[in-house]
């Protein structure tokens, strides 16, 4: 099977024990990426958590937390698929066959919010004196 | 082989060509484009517990309980809010990047590299687990939460928590099985017989699945 990416040869050695490439199989197969990508794309990983960590332990508040929340799981959401399922990599047909259905909850979250909203006005309006 | 990479055309042209000739679809192994459709069979899943909570959230009339001192540690006398549940974070997205090395040395036909890596994600996840057992047992034991009501504010909280979270839990307990499984296998050379290492990245796809499925959590459930 055809090398995608980069060559294994170009791996470049990093100071992490689990690190280190190993003896290279005579028939590599799949992508081959340098383990450095994995090892940045873990550290953002840890970032981007702490950022979201950060946001609850200074207590910020209204409309500048859930930007903060939604985009930094956001990041990381995107980080996981694109790098770590490799999705950056596969064809355009099955990215639009996996990433556009979910777009169709969007609807759902959207008449949910409103249904929830009705409810909420119905139960102070009937039964909260 | 299934397929040549080189000659299949790029972008939408691409997509055309894909779907419309006479030929498969998806230029992957079937095992890995199975995965993907039940991923996104899950996704769905998770999607609906996670818009019921939102709807049952904005309609209750009782204040819902606040997860930052609900989840709270105590550590030599200092009180941190979300503790545990940021070290589980942490622990997860590790056994991410642990999951995600094994996927490139089994590419590179690493049996022995690949299974130790897999084996430290198993290992992970049974940890992640047992903090969540102990997240459990702290809310039902010491705080009182139910499914149908707790102390601390709106009844629907216990509900969606447990459900969430249950649902999680259960997921990453079967993944802690299934890794173990192909771990196993690869150690005992099953996969160099069988020419192939795609269970490897096949098994890697649910992992991310499921740190993927706690980003959402984290985010909604907890710091909301």
Same mark, same amino acid.
């Given at each position: 099977m055809a090398v995608r990416q980069h060559d294994i040869e170009t791996d470049v050695p990093v100071d992490h024990s689990s690190a280190h490439a190993a003896g290279h199989g005579a028939h590599a197969e799949g992508q081959q990426h340098p383990i450095k990508l994995y090892l940045w794309i873990w550290l953002l990983l840890f970032v981007f958590s702490a950022f979201s960590y950060m946001v609850d332990y200074f207590q910020l508040q209204g409309a500048l937390r859930w930007t903060l929340i939604i985009v930094f799981m956001l990041i990381k959401a995107s980080f996981i698929v694109a790098i770590f399922m490799h999705m950056a990599w596969e064809r355009l047909a099955l990215k639009l066959a996996i990433l556009v259905p979910p777009l169709a909850l969007l609807i759902l979250i959207a008449l949910m919010a409103i249904e929830g909203d009705y409810t909420f006005l119905t139960r102070l309006a009937s039964f909260v004196k | 082989m299934s397929h040549e990479p080189a000659t299949l055309e790029p972008g939408f042209r691409g997509v055309t060509a894909d779907w419309s000739a006479?030929?498969?679809?998806?230029? &992957?192994p079937w095992g890995k484009a199975m995965m993907w459709i039940f991923l996104l069979s899950d996704t769905f899943i998770f999607s609906c517990f996670l818009t019921s909570y939102m709807n049952v959230r904005m309609s209750t009339t009782d204040p819902w309980p606040n997860t930052a001192e609900v989840f709270a540690l105590t550590v030599g006398g200092h009180h941190i809010p979300l503790l545990l549940i940021a070290i589980m974070t942490m622990v997860l997205i590790t056994s991410s990047g642990t999951m995600a090395m094994a996927v490139n040395f089994g590419y590179r036909r690493d049996r022995k590299r690949t299974a130790q890596l897999m084996f430290a994600t198993a290992a992970l996840g049974l940890c992640f687990v047992g903090m969540q057992a102990f997240e459990w047992t702290k809310l039902i &034991?010491?705080?009182? &939460?139910?499914p149908w009501g707790n102390p601390l504010g709106a009844a629907q909280f216990g509900s969606s928590f447990f459900m969430i979270t249950g649902f999680h839990g259960l997921h990453v307990t079967g993944g802690v099985i299934y890794l173990t499984v192909v771990a196993w296998r690869v150690l005992s050379g099953f996969y160099d017989r069988k020419g192939t290492y795609e269970t490897v990245e096949v098994a890697g796809l649910y992992w991310h699945f499921v740190d993927l499925v706690w980003v959402f959590i984290f985010a909604f459930f907890y710091l909301w």
């Open positions: - | 006479d030929k498969q679809a998806f230029p &992957v &034991v010491d705080e009182g &939460v139910r």
